[in-house]
Nanobody
Framework: QVQLVESGGGLVQPGGSLRLPCAAS????????MRWYRQAPGKERELVAT????????NYADSVKGRFTISRDNPKNTVYLQMNSLKPEDTAMYYC????????WGQGTQVTVSS
């Protein structure tokens, strides 16, 4: 079965960095695009970044452009979200996602940006 497991979240000061890995299993990882979403308390889930199956094309929400980078390592079945220059408004639960007929989600990893 499809499994997505996020990690790497935590508490970081404004201006800091975090790298979130998402380990995938149960499907042919290199055949599918991957996405990172986030959801802050009381807000809707927001698409943060996308990457195509081979990693050749990426897209970002305007709110994270220039600060976040999505990448993938297909031999390791892992997608990453590198987050730099973090702001308090980046505080949220971060989820990785893929769509194989339907959406699959990980359990999420909490990122808190606070001094």
């Amino acid at each position: 079965q499809v499994q997505l497991v996020e990690s790497g979240g935590g508490l970081v000061q404004p201006g800091g960095s975090l790298r979130l890995p998402c380990a995938a299993s149960g499907f042919i990882f290199s055949n599918y695009g991957m996405r990172w979403y986030r959801q802050a308390p009381g807000k809707e889930r927001e698409l943060v970044a996308t990457i195509t199956s081979a990693g050749g094309t990426t897209n970002y929400a305007d709110s994270v452009k220039g600060r976040f980078t999505i990448s993938r390592d297909n031999p390791k079945n892992t997608v990453y979200l590198q987050m730099n220059s973090l702001k308090p408004e980046d505080t949220a639960m971060y989820y990785c996602n893929t769509r194989i007929i339907r959406n699959y989600w990980g359990q999420g990893t909490q990122v808190t940006v606070s001094s």
